[in-house]
């Protein structure tokens, strides 16, 4: 990948659909660790002056007890 073409992917306005279930399939599993789900999570991301800011939304029925392992 040439420094055009890597540059160009790094300043996208918007993620694929295949990028977008993928990090949510990703993130899932973290939040399975520590939420109870109802349901599959959404992903907002929206252009920031400074980049952008990326919001996970999803419902949960309880937060799990994470227990220390020391």
Not at 28 to 44: G, M, N, P, T
Not at 53 to 68: D, H, P
């Amino acid at each position: 990948m040439n420094n055009l073409t890597a540059s160009l992917s790094l300043d996208r306005e918007d993620m694929t659909e295949f990028a977008r279930q993928l990090f949510l399939k990703d993130i899932k599993r973290v939040i399975e660790e520590y939420f109870e789900c109802d349901e599959a999570a959404s992903l907002q991301i929206t252009r920031a002056e400074e980049g952008f800011l990326v919001c996970v939304l999803f419902s949960a029925r309880r937060i799990k007890t994470v227990k220390n392992p020391l």
